[in-house]
């Protein structure tokens, strides 16, 4: 087997650990997926690692339920850095104007990966939010959005962060979507990793806030 199968087995592995670690409250185990300056993105978070698992935690133990299914990977490595995209859904439950809903939203995590200190570990997670929707749990219950709200997000995550906006969290309204320019400037922030790119692919000092 040789250096770049094996490095993809091991990228892939810690994509699985990423998800049912973090989805089962394993907070150890989790921190050791990432190497120590590293970032998360999502629509209701931006920040370091360290400060990712501290607000999962405090979520968790206010019952907050956002749970994720992973899809197929496909992982480019060059020499020491690699580039991870998984397809994968984000499923979150909530009361939306006390109707319990289910939000699922489809995408990709797009991961840049390095191998350090005798092991890969993730440096920076960026989510690609590509579509989603809103359903009641209960099929018989009547759902009313409000437009103006539900209109302030994107396309690929406008109903995932209407649910998140309305527990108390600050959306980011632009995020990757399928296309467009966001997507394309993480596209070419990852051409540059895989090239040797100095600083954090972030565009962040280490360990600094969002």
């Known amino acids: 087997m040789g250096p770049v199968i094996e490095a993809r087995q091991e990228i ?3 994509i699985e650990n990423w998800a049912l670690w973090r989805d089962s409250g394993d907070w150890e185990r989790f921190a050791t997926v990432w190497h120590d300056d590293g970032r998360m993105e999502a629509t209701w978070f931006q920040g370091t690692a360290t400060e990712f698992i ?3 935690r405090r979520g968790w133990e206010r019952g907050v339920t956002i749970l994720h299914l992973l899809g197929g990977s496909s992982i480019d490595v060059v020499g020491t850095r690699a580039i991870g995209q998984t397809k994968m859904q984000i499923h979150q439950r909530a009361a939306v104007h006390d109707v319990s809903c289910d939000v699922v939203c489809t995408g990709r995590f797009y991961d840049f990966f390095e191998h350090r200190d005798g092991r890969w570990g993730l440096v920076w997670r960026q989510p690609i939010y590509e579509k989603d929707r809103i359903d009641p749990v209960d099929p018989a219950a009547v759902l009313s959005l409000d437009e103006d709200l539900l209109g302030r997000f994107p396309e690929g995550y406008r109903h995932l962060a209407y649910l998140q906006t309305l527990l108390g969290y600050e959306v980011v ?12 400037d993480l596209y070419a922030r ?3 990793w895989l090239a040797g790119s100095t600083g954090h692919p ?3 000092h280490a360990g600094s806030p969002a």
């Open 12 to 14: 892939r592995q810690l």
């Open 54 to 56: 501290a607000a999962n």
């Open 173 to 184: 309204a632009g995020m990757p979507g399928l296309r467009g320019p966001e997507v394309a």
């Open 190 to 192: 990852g051409r540059e």
């Open 202 to 204: 972030a565009g962040v």
